[in-house]
């Protein structure tokens, strides 16, 4: 290969524009944020002038520890029912033909590609009190005449599941993509039942899709606000639904941003955490 | 050997669970009856009320504006970072890594936030401006992505081949480099443009009076229950346009 001598000045010119560009509008807004946090607020919904330490104090409120429970477990098990569901499916996908696998994956990605605000638009009216599947199942005696389906924590649950889905799907796919399925055939020869080979010998093998499936997912609906808000009752609030009332309805951004803080600390942790493990692994695999 | 049907039962239950809502939305724009729970009848009327909806196709200008230039802005960008990305490797190029990925997994409320920190505390007036550098920022990753994707199929010996047969370096970066990367660069492009279309989350933070892009609109359009069956309309072209993007891209893909 050519490599200009002048080199490291063409590398700087091709990497400066993208990098100016995240600079300026990632890292220091992102760096704003915690800033701001340590700002007393102003009336008019901007930051004032000096420093302090009271809306720190504010944000350790006890009030926050229930929205933040909720945030985490309502995270953690869309994570759970998300792997559940994709990890057959990767399984299947990467064991048909390329022709069925390319609709499979069209088919997974275009209502993904739908707009999002459409898609909880749909389930609200799919599950409206006089929208069709309660008309449906209240005709076929499943559930109460007087049940209501939505707002509540298990629609908040379904939906979040319902638009977190493929980001489980296609990590977990790219890894079955590579398993070697003759290990299984080999195990099933050898006398394992097809449960036994699955959970034994293809969920091991693909491990790593599946952490990061897990972490895309987790990390995902930590900052979820616009599901549990249309979908969700009162009582479903998540942490990101408060950062989005600080900032619109009380207009106090220091607050905000306290709320926001902490946020990127639960998102960055586990990330964290599974970078060092795979550099880790990698390190024992070599 | 048998072969379970488990695995097969659970992708079909599943793609028919994503379907499901959307088959649902897209009849029910047909349908006379308010809230869809039942058949009264076949009807154009929403999509006639949506004709009239003046609001609706002003913001649709406005977001199809956005979109377009906040990917082209995001392909000029994007390829060059994919192309400093793929032809070095130094800490500065672990640094760029590193700053082009985090953007992917952030949060979109922390990004929303942060960005109208920026704007608050520099006493930028949030509008047209703010709602494109959102999204050239959160494009950008996604371009570089799949331009470096498509970076990693690329022959490099092609490039000295042409200089080899006396092009200069700038000619063979024109005449064999972009014409083979420029089906990575259009697909990175369109997913920029549906991803710009698509946002509601960060362009609520950073937009401003005057600047209500589609989403922004039918969010504030699922607030009132006269304007729901015209949801169900615009979503139906909006679906059917969805279609029409996936067909043209996969079309690019497999030309390249």
Not at chain 2, 118 to 123: A, M, N, P, R
Not at chain 2, 177 to 201: E, R
Request: charged share 15%.
């Amino acid at each position: 290969m050519t490599e200009e001598p002048a080199q490291p000045s063409r590398q700087w010119l091709l990497t400066l524009p993208s990098l100016v560009w995240l600079a300026v509008f990632f890292v220091i807004p992102a760096i704003l944020v915690i800033v701001t946090a340590f700002r007393p607020a102003d009336l008019q919904g901007g930051v004032g002038a000096g420093w302090t330490l009271a809306t720190l104090r504010e944000v350790q409120d006890p009030a926050y520890l229930p929205i933040l429970w909720r945030t985490i477990w309502v995270s953690g098990l869309t994570t759970l029912v998300c792997l559940a569901l994709a990890l057959p499916m990767a399984f299947q996908m990467a064991r048909v033909g390329e022709r069925m696998r390319q609709v499979l994956l069209l088919l997974i990605v275009i209502p993904f590609l739908s707009n999002f605000l459409i898609r909880i638009f749909a389930w609200k009216s799919l599950l409206h009190p006089e929208g069709p599947l309660t008309k449906l199942l209240i005709g076929l005696h499943l559930i109460p005449e007087n049940a209501v389906l939505l707002n509540h924590a298990g629609t908040v649950l379904l939906v979040l599941v319902y638009t977190q889905l493929p980001f489980a799907i296609l990590p977990l796919y790219a890894a079955a993509e590579k398993f070697d399925f003759g290990l299984l055939d080999a195990a099933r020869d050898l006398g394992a039942g097809p449960w036994r080979a699955f959970s034994k010998v293809f969920v091991p093998g693909v491990r790593r899709g599946i952490i990061s499936a897990a972490v895309m997912v987790f990390v995902c609906c930590l900052g979820q606000y616009v599901i549990p808000q249309m979908v969700g009752g009162t009582s479903d609030e998540m942490l990101g639904s408060k950062i989005a009332q600080r900032v619109f309805s009380d207009r106090n951004l220091p607050h905000a941003s306290a709320l926001a803080g902490g946020l990127m600390l639960a998102v960055l942790v586990p990330m964290l955490v599974v970078v060092i493990w795979q550099r880790l692994s990698r390190k024992e695999a070599a | 050997m048998k072969r379970s049907w488990l695995p097969a039962l659970i992708t079909w239950g599943v793609i028919l669970f994503l379907f499901a809502p959307l088959v649902v939305l897209v009849v029910n724009s047909f349908n006379a009856s308010r809230f869809g729970g039942e058949w009264e009848g076949f009807t154009w009327s929403w999509y006639e009320k949506l004709w009239a909806a003046e609001e609706v196709w002003e913001s649709l200008w406005i977001t199809l504006r956005i979109a377009v230039s906040a990917s082209l802005a995001a392909m000029v960008l994007g390829t060059l970072a994919a192309y400093a990305l793929h032809r070095f490797r130094s800490w500065l190029q672990n640094v760029h890594h590193m700053l082009i990925t985090l953007p992917l997994v952030m949060p979109d409320i922390l990004m929303g936030m942060s960005l109208l920190a920026l704007f608050v505390l520099t006493g930028v007036e949030t509008g047209l401006l703010t709602i494109w550098i959102a999204h050239v920022t959160f494009c950008l990753s996604f371009v570089t992505m799949v331009v470096l994707g498509r970076l990693q199929d690329f022959d490099f010996t092609l490039l000295d081949a042409a200089r080899d047969l006396g092009a200069t370096q700038a000619a063979a970066v024109k005449k064999v480099l972009l014409p083979l990367l420029l089906p990575g660069v259009l697909a990175g492009g369109l997913l920029a443009f549906t991803l710009s279309i698509d946002d509601y989350v960060i362009t609520f933070f950073v937009s401003g009076p005057g600047t209500t892009t589609l989403p922004l609109r039918v969010a504030s359009m699922m607030k009132t229950s006269r304007s729901l069956p015209m949801i169900n309309a615009l979503s139906t072209l909006l679906i059917a346009s969805t279609f029409l993007f996936a067909a043209l891209s996969s079309r690019l893909q497999r030309r390249a």
